[in-house]
């Protein structure tokens, strides 16, 4: 009679330790098919730029040498194509290396001058302003990576744009705005997905790979940042990037 809550709490640690088990044992079945997802879509990704190299250079092979201006077609579509292959590796591996696992730096770090480096870049390599607004704050960050992290929204502004862009700094904010095409509503629930694209046809010109968002994703939950895009096709995308931590003004 005594050992009767005695044998209570054992049943209760098995049931516990079994709950965690399965937990766990989930986790890592969602892991391993995302894993596989990925690679499924990374090898399709890789292998439509690839088709495309092949092709021109049997075009090149095959009528190059009589003709300059096939000659010249198909060489600017292979390197066209090389960019593309390039950019999505260096983003595939920088998804592989954003995990749970990475070290953060985290020091008191200034947001103006991150957003004035950026734009800077902007104005340097593709002559496209970017306005900053609003008041600077501090925010105890990794500055390295809210640097790598905005600048996928900023550059995001700017391929799908071609009006100056606009950056406000608020209390606990910045606000990326852009007055380009627009994404449909219905997009806006895939748009941080491994490779989504809301257009493959037109994004294809772009040279956009579908892993900028993913790998942002992944860098606003490092550093506790939350982000809300809104948009209007044809008006323009909002992003707001929000701290959940306190942030300290200047
Ligand atoms: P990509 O390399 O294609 O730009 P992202 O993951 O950065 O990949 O973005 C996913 C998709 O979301 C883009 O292909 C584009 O269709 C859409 N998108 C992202 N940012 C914007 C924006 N500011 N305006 C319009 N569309 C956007």
Redesign the pocket.
């Known amino acids: 009679y005594e050992q009767l809550p005695l044998q209570q709490n054992k049943k209760d640690e098995i049931a516990e330790m079994t709950t965690t088990y399965n937990a766990l044992m989930h986790r890592l079945e969602d892991n391993y098919l995302k894993q596989q997802q990925f690679v499924g879509n990374a090898s399709h990704e890789l292998k439509t730029p690839l088709t495309v190299i092949e092709s021109y250079a049997k075009l090149l092979q095959r009528r190059g040498f009589q003709n300059e201006q096939v000659a010249y077609e198909a060489l600017t579509a292979i390197t066209k194509e090389t960019a593309n292959m390039q950019d999505m590796i260096t983003q595939m591996l920088q998804l592989a290396s954003v995990n749970e696992n990475v070290e953060i730096a985290s020091s008191q770090t200034n947001i103006e001058p991150l957003l004035q480096e950026i734009a800077m870049t902007m104005q340097q390599a593709y002559a496209r302003e970017v306005r900053i607004e609003g008041n600077s704050f501090m925010l105890m960050t990794d500055a390295a990576k809210l640097k790598q992290l905005l600048f996928?929204?900023i550059d995001?502004?700017r391929?799908?744009?071609d009006q100056p862009i606009t950056v406000t700094m608020t209390d606990k904010q910045i606000i990326i705005e852009?007055t380009?095409?627009?994404?449909p509503e219905k997009?806006l629930p895939h748009?941080f997905e491994r490779f989504?694209?809301?257009?493959k046809a037109r994004?294809r010109k772009?040279g956009?790979?579908?892993?900028?968002?993913?790998i942002?994703k992944e860098l606003a939950d490092l550093l506790h940042l939350t982000i809300q895009i809104s948009?209007a096709v044809g008006v323009?995308?909002t992003?707001t990037i929000s701290s959940k931590d306190v942030m300290i003004h200047e």
Do not use: E, M
């Open positions: 996928i929204f995001n502004a391929k799908y744009s852009d380009g095409i627009g994404i997009d748009l989504y694209r809301v257009d994004n772009t956009g790979t579908g892993l900028g968002l993913a942002a948009s323009g995308t992003v």
